[in-house]
Nanobody, 128 residues
Framework: QVQLVESGGGSVQAGGSLRLSCLVS????????MGWFRQAPGKEREGVAT????????YYNPSMKGRFTISRDSAKKTLYLQMNSLKPEDTAMYYC?????????????????????WGQGTQVTVSS
């Protein structure tokens, strides 16, 4: 079992920055995929970025690449999402997730259905 707890959300003006954190606990003694997803009101949940712990390679939703950076501190067991140049359309609930069983190829797909462990989410609101 894996437990995920997000933090760092909040309200910010357009153009601002936020850094989200996700503390990971539980059985993680294997290579696996971790990611950030978001869901805006009335919209489907979508992938933001993922990272495979074995290689450390990150994968991004093309619409967010260049503004968002995913990273991981294995010693602190924490996943991060640095968000810069935020836009009102980035307003959403942001979720941390883990896929313990998939390959790195699956990790690169940023597919919601592949992730079996989810945090409770942290709200990000960007005002114009």
């Amino acid at each position: 079992q894996v437990q995920l707890v997000e933090s760092g959300g909040g309200s910010v003006q357009a153009g601002g920055s936020l850094r989200l954190s996700c503390l990971v606990s539980g059985y993680t003694d294997r290579q696996y995929c971790m990611g950030w997803f978001r869901q805006a009101p009335g919209k489907e949940r979508e992938g933001v970025a993922t990272i495979y712990t074995g290689s450390g390679i990150a994968y991004y939703n093309p619409s967010m690449k260049g503004r968002f950076t995913i990273s991981r501190d294995s010693a602190k067991k924490t996943l991060y999402l640095q968000m810069n140049s935020l836009k009102p359309e980035d307003t959403a609930m942001y979720y941390c997730a883990a896929d313990l069983w998939g390959s790195e190829r699956r990790c690169s797909g940023l597919s919601v259905v592949d992730f079996g462990y989810w945090g409770q989410g942290t709200q990000v609101t960007v005002s114009s």
